[in-house]
């Protein structure tokens, strides 16, 4: 591609590199350029531009996008028209975004002309949100850098969408002889403002004594009827030996991880009874103000497998904003 400063005579065929106010109205930048614009540039006295041409090695900046775009996008993703080199990502459904974010270092770091801005990998998104965007910098990308792009990305999805899925959550609620009815009644609707939030539904709730034989049957009842099991202590999980993890184990269970990067949300406990994964929910949970639990709960709900690695794998960005009910403030 050629770029720079032309007589406005030669200017037909080429592509307007800044936009051009004329007595009439403004030429824009973009603009390929027709006999009857080098005709108005004329009578308007304007006897240079700055515009580019492409040669035959050139791929156009809107084409270069949308190819890009359709490589990148996978499940549950529409690439919109591209325009202005510009080609947008949009999820179909509600859920959580899978982001190969590896894949987009490498596509950023190719060359200069190709640009790929992205959400967070596993951030919850609505149905219509915007999830990447491919911006090709000049008019025009060379044909061997498209080629390269393209076989970088190979047909594995970098974007794709999980979506919410219809799952039923069941919810055990561990009380100790001083716990106030409506603790526990905001408790069991906090949950299920989160959960019906995702399309998904609370069925089961318990109530139990915060004793590990009370946990135990509680989640023998949950096991056979619900995908997800949700454990909210009436005090915080400070051990593997604490009630809902010997619960857990008593039932047959396996605790999975204890204590997640995430603040707040650390003190999270991750376990499997069978096929059912079994979160011990952090106190912090009872505020909707995002948390470490929301981080696993929301992959489950997308039907996306979370391990203790996953976990561990959270504390770059698991800084999280202050809640009221913090026992110790981060600022004094």
């Excluded at 080429?14 to 403004?26: E, F, R």
């Excluded at 609505?126 to 060379?142: E, R, S």
């Excluded at 009380?175 to 403002?193: D, F, I």
């Amino acid at each position: 591609m050629e770029f720079g400063k032309i007589p406005s005579v030669d200017a037909e065929g080429a592509i307007l590199g800044h936009s051009v106010s004329l007595g009439d109205g403004v030429l824009k930048k973009g603009t390929l350029l027709a006999a009857a614009d080098v005709d108005r540039l004329r009578e308007n006295n304007i006897i240079s531009v700055y515009a580019a041409r492409l040669g035959d090695d050139d791929v156009a900046e809107n084409e270069a996008a949308a190819a890009i775009g359709e490589v990148l996008a996978g499940e549950g993703v529409r690439v919109d028209v591209a325009s202005t080199g510009r080609a947008n990502l949009f999820a179909r459904e509600a859920g959580v975004v899978e982001i190969d974010a590896r894949r987009m270092d490498q596509l950023n770091l190719l060359d200069e002309s190709l640009t790929v801005a992205c959400l967070l990998p596993y951030e919850r998104v609505k149905k219509g949100q915007m999830l990447a965007t491919v911006k090709i910098i000049p008019y025009a990308v060379p044909r061997n850098t498209m080629n390269v792009a393209l076989a970088m990305v190979g047909d594995m999805a970098s974007v794709q969408m999980r979506a919410f899925s219809k799952k039923r959550v069941g919810l055990i609620i561990t009380q100790l002889p001083h716990t106030k009815p409506a603790l526990l009644q905001k408790t069991e609707e906090v949950m299920r403002q989160r959960i019906e939030g995702m399309g998904c539904e609370l069925g089961r709730v318990s109530i139990v004594a915060h004793d590990a034989n009370g946990v135990s049957l509680a989640l023998n009842a949950l096991m056979p009827h619900h995908d997800v099991g949700l454990v909210f202590g009436a005090s915080a999980i400070v051990d593997r030996a604490d009630v809902v993890p010997v619960a857990i184990t008593q039932v047959g269970g396996s605790i999975e991880h204890l204590g997640m990067p995430v603040d707040p949300g650390n003190l999270l406990l991750l376990a499997r009874i069978g096929d059912m994964p079994v979160i011990g929910v952090p106190t912090c949970a009872r505020s909707l103000k995002r948390n470490g639990f929301d981080w696993v709960l929301e992959r489950l709900l997308a039907g996306i497998e979370v391990t203790g690695p996953d976990l561990q794998s959270m504390g770059v960005g698991g800084l999280l904003k202050e809640i009221p009910s913090r026992p110790q403030p981060r600022e004094m």
